[in-house]
């Protein structure tokens, strides 16, 4: 959603999020100074360049903000869409600072957006605007392994950063760190396996570490673990599509409502997320998926009865005219800014708890630091100690076979003489990072009584280890 669009249900993506770090700041007593440093954007570019479109000169615009470089290199993903804008792209450019703090990712906040609708053009076409687009960005210093290093995001995938990465090649042939100049890439070009589904798995995690905690999940009205738990989800792309498939067939959850484009569909039973996602592949949309109810209002769907709320799409979705019929204890925000500022107010008035953007989605950069990694080191993880590990494990079968003169079962075996690859490894980072952040949110929150809700906890620990590092390093 464009800032001029927002603006209409109130102020804007990017003055929604500078409320909520001058909010922080007031609670944690910083010095003007350090805070009008940290809001600021530091640095942003704006390209136009010309493409040919079947014998025509298209215009093309985009930016990419720096939002931080107190970390380096900068990230942040590069969104394609027909409405993003500069404010846009600073907004979320300054949600990368504070996501990256939250989940201890040692990076600096930056984000770019591209005008364009990818639906309406040609593979070949998108390539040759897309590889335009690379050298533009390379060549103002806002794309290479050490400085900026995008990633995907709404509109782009591991096709986009495949080419962007391969650009960069070109251009700088001697560079052996080229593979870290972007992430998100295919999995054949110097991707990991596991970065497509990161930012919906991370939702997932992230739902799993609050339920780990009773006394916390009181707070929304709920009890017990995931298992049954009803859910609505707003936005089938890759990551609502991934919270929803890991929901409902690893936790148990009852995905009850979808919603897109073209409206919503309605299962109390609960939908099968792999069956709406081909039917969408298949018609471009839910209407007609078999077995579920049809509401031409799509948005209406989100004031229906569930435990939790998970909205995946565009900012701004919950704005003050329907926060106070929202019915959901829990919102996810899987999305970013899917909530305005004044509908969050509202809302916790209400009492519904929510899970913040700026650490809910944070699974997509987390994974993104690792991709980083294994490019910047040549090896994939695992390479060197798994089959170590698999022939430890077996030790230990054969030890406890001989001690006991009984057989271990197979499937105790199985994973007991299995070393971890890459996959497992990569999961095991993103767990642990989402359950940690939590951990400290839930933390903070409890420990200071001027936070009454786990967005202002993050924005305070956020805040807290950037403007550390101005004071320790500084400006």
């Given at each position: 959603?464009?800032?001029?669009?927002?603006?209409?249900?109130?102020?804007?993506?990017r003055?929604?999020?500078?409320?909520?770090?001058d909010?922080a700041?007031?609670?944690?007593g910083?010095?003007a100074?350090?805070g009008n440093?940290?809001?600021?954007?530091q640095?942003?570019?704006q390209?136009?360049?010309?493409?040919?479109?079947n014998?025509?000169a298209?215009?093309?615009?985009?930016?990419?903000?720096?939002?931080?470089?107190?970390?380096?290199?900068?990230?942040?993903?590069?969104?394609y869409?027909?409405?993003?804008?500069?404010?846009?792209?600073?907004a979320?450019?300054a949600?990368?600072?504070?996501?990256?703090?939250i989940?201890?990712?040692?990076?600096?906040?930056?984000?770019?957006?591209?005008v364009i609708?990818p639906?309406?053009?040609e593979?070949?076409h998108?390539e040759?605007?897309?590889?335009?687009?690379a050298?533009?960005?390379i060549?103002?210093?806002?794309?290479?392994?050490?400085?900026?290093?995008?990633?995907?995001d709404?509109?782009?995938?591991?096709?986009?950063?495949?080419?962007?990465?391969d650009?960069?090649?070109q251009?700088?042939?001697?560079?052996?760190n080229?593979?870290?100049?972007l992430?998100?890439?295919?999995v054949?070009?110097?991707?990991?396996?596991?970065?497509?589904e990161?930012?919906?798995?991370?939702?997932q995690?992230?739902?799993?570490?609050?339920?780990?905690?009773?006394?916390?999940?009181?707070?929304?009205?709920?009890?017990?673990?995931?298992?049954?738990?009803?859910?609505?989800?707003?936005?089938l792309g890759?990551?609502?599509?991934h919270?929803?498939?890991?929901?409902e067939?690893?936790?148990?959850?009852?995905?009850?409502?979808?919603?897109?484009?073209?409206?919503?569909?309605?299962?109390?039973?609960?939908?099968?997320?792999?069956a709406?996602?081909?039917h969408i592949?298949?018609?471009?949309?839910?209407?007609?998926?078999?077995?579920?109810?049809?509401l031409?209002?799509?948005i209406?769907?989100?004031?229906?009865?569930?435990?939790i709320?998970i909205?995946?799409?565009?900012?701004?979705v919950i704005?003050?005219?329907?926060?106070?019929r929202?019915?959901?204890?829990l919102?996810?925000?899987?999305a970013?800014?899917?909530?305005?500022f004044?509908?969050?107010?509202?809302?916790?008035?209400?009492?519904?708890e929510?899970?913040?953007?700026a650490?809910?989605?944070a699974?997509?950069?987390?994974?993104?630091?690792?991709?980083?990694?294994?490019?910047?080191?040549?090896?994939?993880?695992?390479r060197?100690?798994?089959?170590?590990?698999?022939?430890?494990?077996?030790?230990?079968?054969?030890a406890?076979?001989?001690?006991?003169d009984?057989?271990?079962?197979?499937?105790?075996?199985?994973e007991?003489?299995?070393?971890?690859?890459?996959?497992?490894?990569v999961?095991?980072g993103?767990?642990?990072?989402?359950?940690l952040a939590?951990?400290?949110?839930?933390?903070?929150?409890?420990?200071?009584?001027?936070?009454?809700?786990?967005?202002?906890?993050?924005?305070v620990?956020?805040?807290?280890?950037?403007?550390?590092?101005y004071?320790?390093i500084?400006?």
């Amino acid at each position: 959603m464009s800032d001029s669009k927002f603006a209409q249900q109130g102020m804007s993506f990017r003055e929604s999020v500078e409320h909520m770090v001058d909010h922080a700041i007031g609670i944690m007593g910083l010095d003007a100074g350090m805070g009008n440093a940290m809001k600021v954007c530091q640095s942003v570019v704006q390209v136009s360049f010309p493409v040919e479109i079947n014998g025509k000169a298209e215009i093309f615009t985009g930016w990419r903000a720096t939002h931080s470089d107190h970390r380096l290199p900068s990230k942040g993903g590069i969104r394609y869409a027909p409405i993003v804008d500069q404010d846009e792209v600073e907004a979320l450019a300054a949600l990368m600072t504070y996501k990256c703090a939250i989940v201890d990712v040692p990076f600096g906040g930056s984000k770019g957006g591209l005008v364009i609708d990818p639906k309406k053009y040609e593979r070949h076409h998108l390539e040759a605007i897309t590889r335009r687009f690379a050298r533009e960005l390379i060549n103002k210093g806002y794309l290479s392994p050490s400085q900026n290093v995008p990633a995907p995001d709404m509109g782009t995938g591991p096709q986009e950063m495949g080419w962007m990465v391969d650009t960069y090649k070109q251009m700088f042939p001697n560079d052996i760190n080229y593979m870290g100049a972007l992430t998100g890439k295919p999995v054949e070009h110097g991707g990991v396996r596991g970065r497509n589904e990161a930012t919906g798995r991370g939702v997932q995690y992230a739902l799993r570490e609050l339920f780990r905690h009773p006394e916390e999940i009181k707070r929304a009205g709920l009890s017990g673990s995931l298992s049954g738990k009803r859910v609505i989800v707003q936005g089938l792309g890759n990551v609502g599509y991934h919270a929803a498939h890991f929901l409902e067939t690893e936790d148990d959850c009852l995905i009850t409502t979808i919603i897109e484009r073209d409206g919503a569909i309605i299962n109390e039973d609960g939908l099968n997320v792999g069956a709406v996602r081909q039917h969408i592949v298949e018609s471009g949309g839910v209407k007609g998926f078999p077995g579920a109810e049809y509401l031409e209002d799509g948005i209406k769907a989100l004031e229906r009865e569930c435990d939790i709320l998970i909205p995946a799409a565009l900012e701004g979705v919950i704005t003050t005219e329907n926060a106070p019929r929202i019915q959901a204890s829990l919102i996810a925000e899987a999305a970013n800014g899917p909530i305005t500022f004044e509908a969050d107010r509202i809302l916790r008035e209400r009492g519904v708890e929510i899970i913040p953007d700026a650490y809910c989605n944070a699974g997509g950069v987390i994974v993104s630091y690792f991709e980083w990694i294994r490019n910047l080191n040549h090896v994939r993880f695992g390479r060197l100690d798994k089959r170590f590990h698999e022939a430890r494990g077996q030790h230990v079968i054969d030890a406890i076979e001989q001690a006991t003169d009984t057989k271990v079962p197979e499937h105790i075996v199985k994973e007991l003489a299995r070393g971890a690859d890459e996959f497992d490894l990569v999961r095991s980072g993103l767990d642990d990072s989402m359950r940690l952040a939590l951990q400290e949110i839930i933390r903070t929150r409890n420990t200071n009584p001027k936070i009454d809700d786990y967005r202002m906890a993050a924005y305070v620990i956020a805040i807290e280890k950037v403007s550390r590092h101005y004071r320790d390093i500084g400006f």
